[in-house]
């Protein structure tokens, strides 16, 4: 028997809960069927979404998911182009013609990339500067000489895969025009692994004086609000800290999701909720960092 796992027609952090409500019981006894015949449009948060999901698939041990490619032809051509459908074809069993990706200029910052060791961080803070200058300054109206911010963001990001998730996971960095929310140009780092998530992570240094407020929104907030780390070392758990002063001195926003919950540091340009619980069950940890463009100096 086979469940369909039916991609979003407009695929991002809004529409991931409506994504990860398909799957049932984890990990799904079923071979899955992820139809994106229909989608229009995927955000870098939702192209690494699908691929953590098939990476965690296949690390607990479920037959080749199948997938169907989107029917529209630009649709296909960009997720070409960001490298999707490069790494998909390790995890899936792809149907569906798939145009070679385009070569040139684009808006994508980062193509999707795993991140498996701290050498693929390394590699990732490398190759972004001079593309991110241009882009910052080009788009967003921040100065160029704030990259090395940008950077150090991108690669506290990534590092806190290989600390704390137990496997692999991926990366992708977009700039693009956030019509429905802001109206302006809006550049989106997101990390996604398929691991053990923050409550999992946290459990044994910092359940205890929870007590029974335990679970996954007690873990977000205990790392993302409160800065602690799995690690009793002083100093350690800095690297979530040192993202949010970056979002906050760029006006941006930063949202995590884990397990059942979601967590999020909100600016007054969005209307998302700060905690969202009882979500559908997805492993590892999905975060997300919008950095909005500023208003051109008068």
């Not at 690494?48 to 649709?75: C, H, K, W, Y």
Request: charged residues 25%; hydrophobic residues 40%; glycine residues 8%.
């Amino acid at each position: 028997m086979t469940r369909i796992i039916e991609i979003p027609q407009s695929f991002d952090d809004r529409t991931f809960d409506q994504f990860a409500g398909m799957f049932g019981d984890w990990p799904p006894q079923e071979r899955l069927l992820f139809d994106a015949r229909g989608a229009q449009w995927a955000s870098p948060y939702g192209l690494i979404a699908m691929l953590t999901a098939a990476q965690a698939l296949s690390e607990a041990g479920a037959e080749r998911p199948l997938f169907t490619a989107p029917l529209n032809d630009e649709v296909k051509r960009y997720w070409a182009r960001t490298g999707f459908f490069r790494h998909a074809a390790d995890f899936f069993e792809i149907h569906g013609r798939i145009p070679k990706a385009a070569e040139g200029p684009s808006d994508t910052l980062l193509d999707v990339t795993p991140i498996r060791a701290m050498d693929d961080v390394h590699k990732v803070v490398g190759d972004v500067p001079e593309r991110a200058a241009k882009i910052l300054q080009d788009q967003l109206n921040i100065r160029a000489s704030e990259t090395m911010r940008f950077s150090m963001a991108l690669s506290e990001a990534c590092q806190n895969i290989v600390e704390h998730s137990g496997t692999g996971g991926w990366v992708a960095v977009q700039a693009y025009t956030w019509r429905r929310r802001l109206g302006k140009r809006v550049v989106v780092i997101a990390v996604s692994d398929g691991g053990i998530g923050f409550r999992r992570s946290l459990e044994p240094a910092h359940a205890k004086r929870y007590g029974e407020r335990w679970g996954d929104g007690a873990a977000l907030e205990a790392g993302l609000i409160q800065n602690v780390s799995r690690f009793r070392d002083p100093g350690r758990g800095q690297g979530i800290a040192s993202i949010k002063r970056s979002v906050d001195h760029w006006n941006g926003k930063i949202s995590i999701r884990s397990g059942t919950a979601r967590l999020a540091i909100v600016p007054p340009w969005d209307d998302d909720a700060p905690l969202a619980e009882h979500l559908p069950f997805f492993p590892g940890a999905q975060v997300q960092i919008t950095i909005p463009a500023k208003d051109a100096p008068a």
